[in-house]
Each structure stands twice: as C-alpha cells, then as structure tokens.
Nanobody
Framework: QVHLVESGGGLVQAGGSLRLTCSASGGTFSNYAMGWFRQAPGKEREFVASISRYGLGIYYADSVKGRFTVSRDNNKNTVFLQMNSLKPEDTALYYC??????????????????WGQGTQVTVSS
C-alpha cells in the first residue's frame, strides 16, 4: 500500500505559476503509474495529467496541454506537476493518485488505487 501526500498549492494571480509535489511512501514507487486530478466546488473530479511508471508515457487533459508539465523522480519517490500560465478556471483541489502497474494513460478516477488528501490551488483574476 502506498501513502501519498501533496504539497505546493497556494494562491496565485492569473498568469502565474505553481509547482505541485506528490511524495509517496510505503511501496515501490516505480510499480505505480501516477496521475493528477482536480476537483472544483460543485464539480466532479477530473483528470489533469498522468505519467507512466518510468516516465516514458505522459498524458494531459486538453484544458492544460501546453501549460502544465508532469514529471517524476523514482529515486525520490516523487511526482511533480508544474503549472504555468494559470487561469482562474484552474482553481480546484488537486489530488495525486497511484495506479498499481498501470499503463500511465488512465484518465478515470476508478482506475487509480490510492489517493492523496489534496492541495488547494486558487487562481485570482
């Protein structure tokens, strides 16, 4: 079982940047494809980005493509989400998730086995 903790959220003005970090413990990190999701108030949790177990496959939602970058460091059991050119509509609680021996391309909530508690990102206009 893997335990996930997100950090790096905060309040930023539109056009600004944030870097989210998800730290994993309790498992062999390279066994897990990792994903980032977000959930705004009153909305369903939605896919943001994912990365395969060794980083060879990377996938993005259309809404963040070209602005967000997902990466991972298996030596440090960490996955990152670099968010640039932030918009007010990016405001949400951001979660990282782990998919045991998954392909890295999963986009649906039920495809992931473990979740963090989330970190809040607020983008002001």
């Amino acid at each position: 079982q893997v335990h996930l903790v997100e950090s790096g959220g905060g309040l930023v003005q539109a056009g600004g940047s944030l870097r989210l970090t998800c730290s994993a413990s309790g498992g062999t990190f390279s066994n897990y494809a990792m994903g980032w999701f977000r959930q705004a108030p009153g909305k369903e949790r939605e896919f943001v980005a994912s990365i395969s177990r060794y980083g060879l496959g990377i996938y993005y939602a259309d809404s963040v493509k070209g602005r967000f970058t997902v990466s991972r460091d298996n030596n440090k059991n960490t996955v990152f989400l670099q968010m640039n050119s932030l918009k007010p509509e990016d405001t949400a609680l951001y979660y990282c998730a782990a998919d045991f021996v998954g392909p890295g391309s999963a986009r649906r909530v039920h495809e992931y086995d473990y979740w963090g508690q989330g970190t809040q990102v607020t983008v002001s206009s």
